[in-house]
């Protein structure tokens, strides 16, 4: 009857097990309660559950339960198939059932008995249902399992083995002798799975790590998995100790370039081209051996050459040329993946002058290949045009076919990002760019593209030579698109009223339009906006419509919830919000969503908690540390020691208003000591004052602790440096290295750790203002400070940049950070606020001079005069 | 195959099949007792406790038994009732030498017995007063009064002493149990 059914579904061409439903399989489950058992039908039962897990769908603990202890019944049959399902089963149900704890004595009595076909599965189902507690218990049958002569028990445990570490480290190490012999067995999968749980045992130790690798690269392994994941291993060495091509590991990577496997061939070819310190030298052998891949009758070694040649092609366009013929002939392949590789690696290594016969024959195949590689063919464009400026024309009409094409949002994103970057670097693309962007908001069914390109529209727009064109494409999206659109464009046009004079009249009165808008969030902000423009002042237009709000969104979040929880006389001040830190690489997605208004914005992605929030709410949870106030700025980590000595110690610096708190993330590295009542003595410099040490009781081996430090900042406004000396102080008590039991008696000892460094960059949290000028008029000439100085040690501009950037801890506007090539002088704008919520600009003019290195003119506005004087003299 | 089956099963060539529940504290002999009833080729050399259950093959003359040997340990203890529906009788075990856990042993009885898998169900319990060879020992007649197995009325019972390292006293017991069940089966046709 059931093989009638089935096979009346296959004829329907439909998968059957297509319309499943979970009540009702679980309900046929039951049948597993019945004697005797038909393994037919409880197998088929099986696989459907199967199915329906593997597909996501969510079974309930007290579902999963029953069904769970039903199949334990199951365990009965002898039939083979039946009791490999059940394994699988036990693996699947193992994190949603309870009291999956109950099969481990039949698991157990099954990967020891005499029937191999359990035995393997039987140990991956053991390890899925086995905590903490019971792994002891089973200890001994593991060990036995791994050096089995059998391949795939031995296969299974040693993988099992990897799985449990995560469960506890400690046991699995144990079993280093097991997988030691294992590595010598002479099956592929049971070396490979061998050398794999090795390195995991070993991983954290780089000496050992060192070691078994220039073991095993002499003692030839049989395995190409295993040699493959050895050169892995080798490659990420090398990486971490930042060695070249002068390292043994290197040697042994390019040996493996003549091993007779292609899989290792590829392999070592692929972890060579993406080491860091390569010369021409070192790559060319690597990429021979992928040119001649190139030329393989295999599509899957031709795909994997071009695509890691692709790959390469960025950073050493140079080593790729020589394949320029071989890659040549690939355009035409049949296979278009293939194609498109090799296209675009053209693009990346061609001169200018192929750009436009290789952009046709794109063109001709563009429709034949799907979303993923068309995203490849953007990237490619997008390297392009930062390579060939002067190409913009071809290659923006080019995208902009492509924009109008059908294609997935992630192509379309790849797309308007792409336009993005290129206006955004080559200032005579912007018009283009600009016009394109326009058209396609005009027929954009993303709403987040739309109202990104609506931002940036607002953005650059009001700066072009004409910005009354713009108005019309955005006062469209008033009147077709949905609310979220429709508020984002309301922003955009009160932008352009702030900024051009001629166009104000006009843009209140559009605006006034919008306030009778069906939806709150655009008439709140459209009538924002009109009563600001109506005052026509430049303070309010910058701080309110050009330059957004700049404080964290979750930090706002807790702020507010927490002043309706305990509401008080005084207004809520806005100054006691954490700020939004923005480093450099988060800088393109932080304009992305925030579209620039009282952060009420709808089509924020999830905002993200910033680090400040995460340790804010570390720090709140310590009582000592609750009442300092907002949390202004955390630094990064510093290392306070060597990272290979007895205690491992970083420190982060985090700024209060009047307060400093020291955070010393510690980590005891020797595993016979339990070190108690762990602090960090600091000795200050003038008017540091250390408040409380907050001690770490305990730091058992391997388990970070932390440590807090509390220094008052001094009363004089304008000394804000220092150095610290830094002792760490603790209680040791010996301990037995693999029980961690520890002796009662301890003695107190010390150890000496780097200075600590308190400077004006730990005060001063960085702040993107998407209008500098307008910030700049804005705080006014009341506080300016100016002076000249001579930097002789920086020989470029560049350099300059950077250091004064590093030094001030403040955010680069207006893309000064980017000096343009051939250029004498360069004018770097910096935004930040100071301690206390003082906003504070800095511009710097530099000079090159050819005698004495680099001039500089500093100017610095702030709200407060103090701040002013530390930064002017924060360079000195 | 069904008509072969029939025909099979009415020659008698092939065994019925019963499902047997095996429980009891821990450390009571469950597992060494099951151990003992296997066939020799199948037998395991040393017994470990036991962590949720094991499904054990064992054959009398005219019956085949699938054991369910549960983990007597406490926190596994709850666990039993999953199996009570399907079982055709109870083996329970009690460890005769430990008269200090006998009220432990009598309350999870009691617990069983009011199981409503159970309740109502004329199912047969087989007691097994284990380790009768030990010196301080209880015999089977004041090890039932100490269960106060006397007060069951609706479940057909019966207690032996025996001693599972040898093998003594089993085979009566389990003599009694196929009886018991064969007689079940044969009025429920």
Redesign the interface.
Known sequence: MMLKRDKKEEEDGGNPFNNLEKSSVLQEARIF????INPRRCGHILTKILYLINQGETIGATEATEAF?AM??L??SKDTTLRRLVYLGIKEMSKIAN?V??????L??DMTGKEDQFRGPSIRALCSITDHM?LQ?IERYMKQAIVDKVSAVSSAALVSSLHLSHVSQEVTKRWVNEAQEAVNSDNMMVQYHALGLLYHIRKKDKLAVNKLVSKFSKHSLRSPYAYCLLIRIASKLIEEEDAGSESPMFDFIENCLRHKNEMVIYEAAHAIVNMKNTTAKDLAPAVSVLQLFCGSPKPTLRFAAVRTLNKVAMKHPAAVTACNLDLESLITDVNRSIATLAITTLLKTGNESSVDRLMKQISSFMSEISDEFKIVVVHAIRSLCAKFPRKHNVLMTFLSSMLRDEGGFDYKRAIVDCIITVIEENPEAKEAGLAHLCEFIEDCEHTVLATRILHLLGREGPRTPSPSKYIRFIYNRVILENAAVRAAAVSAIAKFGAHCDELLPSCVVLLERCQLDTDDEVRDRATFYVSILKQQQKSLNSAYILNGLQVSVVGLERAVHNYTLEPSETPFDLKSVPLATQTMTEQKTVTSRDTGDMGMTKTVDKPVASRVDVYAEQLSAVPELANLGPLFRSSQPVELTESETEYVVQCIKHTFSHYLVFQFDCTNTLNDQLLENVSVHMDGSDGFEVMKYINCSNLPYDKPGTTYTLVRLPEEPTSVTGTFTCTLKFIVKDCDPNTGEPDDEGYEDEYVLEDVEVNVADHVQKVIKANFGASWEEVGPENELEDTYALSSMSTLEEAVKNIIQYLGMQPCERSDKVPEGKSSHTLYLAGVFRGGHDALVRAKLALTDDSGVTMQLTVRSTDPNVSEVLATAIA | MGLFDMLARWLGVKKKEANVLVVGLDNSGKTTILNQLKPDDTKAHDIVPTVGFNVEKFATKSLSFTAFDMSGQGRYRNLWEHYYRECHGVIFVVDSSDKLRMVVAKDELDQLLQHPDVKNRRIPILFFANKMDMREAVSSVKCSSLMELELIRDKPWHICASNAMTGEGLHEGVEWLTDQIKDLVDKKK
Request: charged content about 20%; overall charge neutral.
């Open positions: 309660n019945e004697t005797p202890f334990t019944k365990f009965q009291d704890i109950i099969v481990t004595s039949s157990m009595k019971m218990s």
